[in-house]
């Protein structure tokens, strides 16, 4: 399919809720999600969704069991730009105990509003009872125990991105418009 002028470009993590086996971490592959998105000394929160905002892209991320996608939908012309706002938050990402906290407690909302729903509870115990000792036992939100607990794990946090948020996990696709030569010097 031709897609002028247009291109989707995706940042595949290596890293999804299977990786979290030490007791008491689950969810931080989710959480992740969540931080990316805080900003960098670079490009601050506000300054990121700015010049998102000015080229016209669309950007979000998704986690599952297995890996984390963050994407972004722009016109062509945008590559480097995109480029370079990403790698710098790969790289750079930055943020406060406060804003840490602050996220851990947007995490556990969310958890309360998805869990509201006896489905989804239906859904976590079987999860936890049908793989019992193996890493895919919660799901991708992590327990509540743990997520209760997150504000409490700051440090762990550090951790746990220095650990999956390396190149060696990470994967770059960009389908669309683009011209492969320019895209490789970038």
């Not at 010049?51 to 972004?72: C, P």
């Not at 722009?74 to 480029?83: G, N, P």
């Not at 996220?103 to 999860?127: C, D, H, Q, V, W």
Request: proline share 3%.
């Amino acid at each position: 399919f031709d897609s002028p002028g247009i291109i989707a470009y995706y940042t595949v993590v290596r890293t999804g809720s299977r990786n979290e086996v030490e007791a008491g971490k689950s969810g931080f592959a989710h959480f992740f999600e969540h931080m990316m998105f805080r900003g960098t000394d670079k490009y601050s929160k506000d300054a990121f969704n700015e010049l998102l905002k000015s080229i016209g892209a669309d950007n979000n991320a998704n986690t599952s069991d297995d890996r984390t996608v963050y994407h972004t939908l722009a016109s062509a012309d945008a590559l480097e730009t995109i480029m370079d706002m990403e790698s710098d938050r790969f790289m750079n990402l930055k943020y406060s105990e406060e804003d840490f906290k602050t996220e851990a407690g947007a995490i556990l909302g969310e958890y309360n509003k998805n869990y509201s729903s006896p489905f989804m509870t239906i859904y976590e115990k079987l999860r936890e009872g049908a793989y019992e000792g193996t890493p895919y036992h919660h799901t991708t939100m992590g327990f509540l125990k743990d997520i209760q607990d997150m504000p409490q794990q700051y440090q762990y946090s550090l951790q746990f991105f220095d650990r999956w948020y390396r190149p060696e996990n990470c994967v770059v696709m960009v389908v669309g418009d683009f011209d492969q030569a320019k895209l490789l010097a970038l």
